[in-house]
């Protein structure tokens, strides 16, 4: 009898356990640059839209600074629920003058990716006077690299190699003029206008760096932390009612992406995207990818998808963003974003 019953607290434990285990495998990283009125609004949330994004995060998230979220997924060791985390690229100036006091108000910490040798010398950037200000109030400094330039951009005459060394050595400066500044390096890097390539991603993190991108979706314990995806913010990402939807996002397990690289030198023609997902909390079948705003068709094997990609004919950064509603979690979504990167025929790189 007593074993019986052993067994049976045994079991109830376990399916406590296990309920919510995908919801604290999981974060959202937000990615804002200007919190003002007077910048280009594309990259922009005005300071009243910043206290209503924080204002919501306050009542319904959990907002923990970046290296403890790294951390957490890297070790498997489960996160609150709802756990988001803050970023700005860029160290503008206004992120001092009009974000640090509504942070600070609600005691958020929050990361800054600077470009370190502007920092002080450009006059919409931050100096490092106010950087040790925002440092010694819940903020984090990491690595946007030395100047900010498209990376996948090359000197037609330089070898493969060359341009990897060249490209790492910038961000290794980079990385030691941030540590000379504020006494800490953290070996995160966001890529400048979220641009990578698989070569860039892989010396990245040989030389034991984290990347953070741009293209959409959640992270968890199984994510690429060589480019992990941040949800942008700013322009009509802004809109707090769309926002809700990635900020509860979950992150969808896909392994065996592709195209594995996202950078495309000719356009695309009848390609497919495929992955394989982990069906434990979605249905495969339920899983819908977009790109521009249209639903694409897909094909199943088993948890094999195959989708059809819309032609890529236009130089600039694409995305095709795929979701499935989560089984356990009523009204969340898995998220899952692949980029693409695409150079002009002359070889130029699109701000
Ligand atoms: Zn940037």
């Not at 999981?26 to 910043?50: E, G, M, Q, R, W």
């Not at 600070?104 to 502007?118: G, H, R, S």
């Not at 356009?267 to 982990?278: D, G, I, R, Y």
């Amino acid at each position: 009898m007593r074993k019986a019953w052993c067994i049976i607290l045994l079991t109830i434990t376990c399916a406590i356990l296990s309920i919510n285990i995908w919801a604290k495998d999981n974060a959202v990283i937000l990615l804002y640059h200007h919190v003002s009125n007077s910048t280009p609004k594309v990259t922009s949330v005005s300071p009243d839209t910043f206290r209503q994004h924080m204002q919501y995060l306050a009542d319904n998230h959990k907002v923990l600074p970046l290296q403890q979220v790294i951390q957490a997924l890297q070790n498997n060791r489960p996160l609150p629920e709802k756990t988001v985390v803050i970023t700005f690229d860029d160290g503008y100036n206004n992120i001092y003058d009009n974000a640090h006091p509504i942070l600070k108000e609600f005691a958020f910490p929050y990361t800054v990716f600077v470009n370190p040798p502007l920092i002080g010398k450009v006059n919409y950037q931050l100096n490092w006077q106010q950087v040790k200000l925002m440092a010694a109030e819940n903020a984090s400094f990491a690595n946007h690299g030395k100047q900010h330039n498209h990376l996948l951009s090359k000197n037609a005459e330089g070898s493969q190699q060359d341009w990897l060394r060249h490209t790492m050595q910038d961000i290794n400066d980079a990385e030691k003029m941030l540590e000379q500044n504020i006494g800490y390096s953290l070996k995160y890097f966001a890529y400048p206008y979220g641009e990578f390539d698989k070569q860039l991603k892989a010396r990245l993190s040989e030389q034991g760096y984290i990347g953070f991108a741009q293209h959409s979706g959640a992270i968890a314990s199984y994510s690429d932390f060589s480019a992990l995806p941040r949800y942008p913010a700013a322009g009509v990402y802004s809109n707090i009612e769309t926002l809700k939807v990635k900020l509860n996002s979950l992150a969808m397990p896909v392994t065996a992406v592709f195209p594995d690289d996202p950078k495309i030198e000719l356009p695309v023609q009848n390609e497919n995207l495929t992955f394989n997902v982990k069906i434990e909390d979605l249905a495969p079948q339920q899983i819908n990818c977009f790109q521009n705003g249209q639903v694409l068709n897909k094909s199943l094997k088993g948890n094999a998808i195959s989708v059809d990609l819309e032609p890529i004919s236009q130089p600039g950064r694409h995305r095709v963003n795929c979701t499935a509603p989560s089984i356990s979690e009523k009204g969340r979504y898995y998220w899952f974003s692949q980029p693409f990167f695409m150079p002009t025929a002359e070889g130029k790189w699109l701000d």
